[in-house]
């Protein structure tokens, strides 16, 4: 069984190869092996033999603080398996300061295990700023080869984030990254392959995303494939006027088959949180094993309410299979529609191992599962939910199109530590008064053992519903990995 954890074990940066060196007011020989003799413009790095090649370090000074790049760096060679090329921002003084790309980026190319790295000790210190020009895909860092590992970086004000696809074949992880005000298409993308019987091929972990929206236009925050596992994310918008019209979704399945969405922030979605449309998948209309769980989703702008969670469908035709959805120990508030919904399936719709278990839906619009001829309300299971109207929600629960009363639901409101429709200061952990959602859950340990925040289930005699466990355990791994110094 795949598990999905807060944490994820840094992988070593130490290279076994050559250091290799850049600095835009080195004066040296121009050779790239020293800071002296450092290439002065990233045009001048020598790639392949004789240069920068696998197993490799591309260092890029920072300064003594601060150094900044106009110029974009378009990568000339890859790493293989086990044997990245790295490129790392200065570790030594007087070249550890920040290195920021200011309307420029790094170019990847198709190239495969690449390792770029912003981190110094304590710090993230690479940057990209204003990435005004291209197109609404331009990135600030991209290419189309997979293998990758991008950590540490902080984009601000740019087209896309950090993309890499259609071509992804390699096993990809981003992390520890924070993406503002993004105008264009995507925040991240790791668009792989449709199908893959795999969990954790590619990884988006422990980074915050920004986008900009209208409300009716914005971009999707992440776009993801098969094999996919997003997880202890932020993602959040900031209202203006982007430059797409694309339909703001912050996640994006577009391949639903081993996907796990597990342990992120969702603040204000202004379409829907994860969107799951088998659309994307062409002739295959099979939904296969898709996890989300321990998420927390708010509305915190003004008298807003968000509008959709958690939403599976086909937009332009049917799906004919769902196996192995999973949708449980969520907390979902403010929501003012579709909050867990199923719907536009189309013909005849196999439904196999599905639950929604263990959620609590506080001043939303329930669960809504249409009907369809091929399944009825016994081949889905649905039990254990917290379904509360709150000031401004309902309590309904419909599954196979007809009114549900769960065996051991609730449409009580849960007690929570803070609760204000719409405010930010909210608190959704459970009281200890709490007497709706606490040990009132079903053991889901074959999934996980954690909560949202790291805390060890079951906290006491029993699960509780919702995201958080009631009472936070000893054993509590850290959930913010990303290193932001502004």
């Keep these: 069984m795949s598990y999905c954890f807060l944490w994820l074990v840094s992988q070593a940066v130490s290279a076994q190869g050559a250091s290799w060196y850049v600095d835009n007011v080195a004066a040296g020989a121009g050779t790239g092996k020293s800071w002296t003799d450092a290439w002065s413009s990233f045009a001048n790095v020598r790639w392949g033999t004789g240069g920068v090649t696998a197993g490799d370090t591309l260092y890029i000074s920072g300064g003594s603080s601060s150094k900044t790049y106009t110029q974009s760096l378009n990568v000339g060679a890859g790493g293989q398996a086990g044997n990245p090329l790295y490129i790392r921002v200065g ?54 080869g997979g293998g990758h590992v991008v950590e540490y970086v902080i984009v601000n004000n740019t087209m896309a984030g950090i993309t890499f696809g259609n071509g992804l074949t390699a096993p990809t992880i981003v992390r520890n990254c924070a993406i503002y005000g993004v105008r264009g298409k995507v925040g991240i993308s790791l668009r792989g392959e449709m199908a893959v019987g795999q969990w954790d091929k590619y990884v988006i972990q422990n980074c915050f995303v920004q986008g900009i929206s209208s409300g009716a236009a914005g971009p999707d925050l992440i776009h993801v494939n098969a094999g996919s596992t997003v997880a202890s994310n932020y993602f959040t918008y900031l209202a203006g006027t982007p430059s797409t019209d694309e339909h703001p979704d912050m996640i994006q399945a577009m391949g639903p088959k081993y996907v796990k969405v597990c342990n992120n922030v969702f603040d204000s979605p202004t379409d829907s949180c994860v969107d799951l449309d088998l659309w994307y998948s062409g002739s295959d209309t099979t939904m296969t094993n898709v996890y989300l769980f321990n998420n927390l989703v708010k509305s915190t702008k003004g008298s807003y309410l968000g509008w959709q969670g958690f939403r599976i469908y086909h937009s332009s035709g049917a799906i004919t299979r769902i196996q192995g959805l999973k949708i449980f120990n969520n907390t979902l508030t403010d929501l003012g529609n579709r909050t867990i919904g199923v719907f536009y399936t189309g013909g005849s719709t196999v439904v196999k191992d599905c639950e929604i278990r263990n959620n609590i839906l506080a001043n939303t619009t329930g669960i809504s599962i249409e009907a369809n001829t091929g399944y009825k309300a016994s081949d889905w299971n649905v039990d254990y939910n917290v379904i509360a109207a709150g000031p401004s929600g309902n309590s309904t629960c419909v599954v196979a199109g007809a009114p549900y009363v769960q065996a051991h639901g609730s449409t009580a409101m849960p007690v929570f530590n803070s609760y204000t429709q719409n405010s930010p200061g909210n608190d959704l952990r459970l009281s200890q008064s709490d007497s709706v959602a606490r040990a009132a859950g079903v053991d889901l340990s074959a999934y996980t053992q954690t909560d949202i925040s790291g805390s060890i289930r079951p906290s006491g005699s029993a699960w509780d519903i ?7 355990s000893a054993l509590r791994p850290p959930t913010r990995l990303m290193i932001v110094n502004q």
């Design 91 to 144: 570790q030594d003084a007087g070249h550890n300061g920040r290195v920021v790309f200011s309307n420029s980026s790094i170019k990847c190319s198709d190239y495969q295990y690449l390792y770029v790295s912003g981190q110094y000790q304590s710090s993230t210190n690479l940057y990209f700023n204003d990435i005004t020009t291209g197109t609404e895909y331009t990135p600030a860092i991209g290419g189309s």
């Design 466 to 472: 919702g995201a958080y466990t009631g009472s936070p």
